[in-house]
């Protein structure tokens, strides 16, 4: 079969979005020697081989090992050695344990992506409109999969660099795009009532956004910006991480125990912060909204702005006439950009995606937060 010419229009979709997925990954670690890519931060973060290693699992075992009747795997010994937590699949290395896998090679990683995606291509490209049908939930679930470890590659290998002494940059950076002042906040009205929440389709949806359910929020407003770097400064220079009264008790624990006075990556030099990016340490901009706070950051900085964060379902009611669009992968800008660079949402026309993530007030995990709304005793505030 001709790799280029599938049997139906459905593969060839599904061939130029493997296609696309599989090079953005390997784009991430170009520049980046074998040294890089071997070693890991700390026990729950993951090296760039393994990454690499584990996305191709995924597909040599859950598409060719299940559809492609003619496959034999690349190293029958790597269907328990990049497993990460599937026990259906078998024994697994610890996560903690992933850096100490000297062997395979990058070489030979990278020569098992290959095989594995001729093999991929070979099978979208023979594969008939009715067994398309089984097959392409399987890897569309596998392209998502990947774009999530594109994004933990990432963000391992940020803390990674930040770790060595010599700062190293990940990437060479992108030329900025034209910026102006960051927008004051505008406030997006919600009349409350009941919204439904949830993946709703056509398009993939990972199993924890089903199903679609209806929820009842009262009338709330939601901030129509990110908050922003010098929003932060704001809060350090007002103690914000010396005062217990605007934190949760277990997050003021956490304060203590990991000794935390700004975000993670921030330094203070000769009285000016820098922080640690892709590209190296570079000054804190001001205008470029803050990351890598934990959740017990953002709720301490909400209590302290007088505001609340939004719960999930107040974040969703809203982001879901949003445009996705801006700051996304595809820009390969690696970082998020001042407001005022990072397009419509600086000019009045807010967004929910792109830049930075952000997240609500319900949860258990630290999450980026950078939405806030009214304090529960504004007349326009849903109960909290």
């Known amino acids: 079969m001709n790799r280029e010419n599938p049997s139906h229009s459905g593969a060839g979709d599904l061939i130029r979005a493997f296609r696309r997925t599989r090079a953005q990954t390997e784009t991430l670690v170009d520049g980046l020697e074998p040294e890089d890519m071997g070693a890991q931060a700390f026990p729950e973060a993951s090296p760039a081989k393994w990454h690499l290693a584990h996305t191709t699992w995924f597909f040599e075992t859950f598409v060719l090992g299940e559809f492609h009747p003619r496959y034999k795997p690349f190293n029958a010994a790597f269907r328990s050695l990049f497993n990460s937590y599937y026990d259906s699949v078998g024994a697994r290395p610890r996560q903690a344990e992933?850096?100490?896998?000297?062997?395979?090679?990058?070489?030979?990683?990278?020569?098992?992506?290959?095989?594995?995606?001729?093999?991929?291509?070979?099978?979208?490209?023979?594969?008939?409109?009715?067994?398309?049908?089984?097959?392409?939930?399987?890897?569309?679930?596998?392209?998502?999969?990947?774009?999530?470890?594109?994004?933990?590659?990432?963000?391992?290998?940020?803390?990674?660099?930040?770790?060595?002494?010599l700062m190293p940059a990940w990437a060479k950076p992108r030329l900025l795009?034209?910026?102006?002042?960051?927008?004051?906040?505008?406030?997006?009205?919600?009349?409350?009532?009941?919204?439904?929440?949830?993946?709703?389709?056509?398009?993939?949806?990972?199993?924890?956004?089903?199903?679609?359910?209806?929820?009842?929020?009262?009338?709330?407003?939601?901030?129509?910006?990110?908050?922003?770097?010098?929003?932060?400064?704001?809060?350090m220079e007002d103690d914000g991480y010396r005062r217990p009264f605007l934190w949760q008790s277990d997050g003021w624990e956490e304060l203590q125990l990991q000794g935390w006075t700004a975000p993670e990556y921030w330094r203070c030099d000769e009285g000016v912060w820098t922080t640690m990016t892709l590209f190296g340490r570079e000054a804190v901009d001001p205008e470029a909204p803050v990351c890598h706070i934990s959740w017990y950051e953002a709720d301490a900085y909400a209590r302290w702005t007088g505001l609340r964060l939004p719960t999930e379902t107040e974040w969703?009611?809203?982001?879901?006439?949003?445009?996705?669009?801006?700051?996304?992968l595809d820009a390969g800008f690696l970082r998020p950009l001042p407001l005022g660079a990072s397009g419509p949402s600086a000019r009045g026309r807010p967004r929910c995606s792109g830049t930075c993530g952000n997240g609500p007030a319900a949860g258990t995990v630290p999450i980026p937060a950078g939405v806030l709304l009214p304090a529960p005793s504004a007349s326009t505030m849903a109960s909290s």
């Open 98 to 165: 992933r850096g100490w896998l000297t062997r395979p090679l990058l070489s030979e990683v990278l020569a098992w992506r290959r095989s594995v995606d001729a093999a991929m291509i070979d099978l979208l490209s023979e594969t008939n409109e009715r067994g398309l049908a089984r097959l392409a939930p399987v890897v569309e679930l596998g392209l998502a999969h990947e774009e999530q470890h594109q994004e933990l590659l990432l963000t391992d290998g940020l803390a990674l660099f930040a770790r060595n002494p």
């Open 177 to 235: 795009p034209r910026r102006a002042a960051a927008s004051v906040v505008e406030w997006i009205e919600h009349p409350g009532g009941m919204v439904a929440i949830g993946h709703s389709g056509p398009g993939f949806g990972f199993d924890n956004e089903m199903p679609r359910h209806p929820d009842l929020v009262a009338p709330f407003r939601l901030a129509g910006r990110l908050v922003i770097n010098g929003d932060w400064l704001a809060f």
């Open 316 to 328: 969703e009611a809203v982001a879901a006439v949003l445009p996705v669009a801006g700051n996304l």
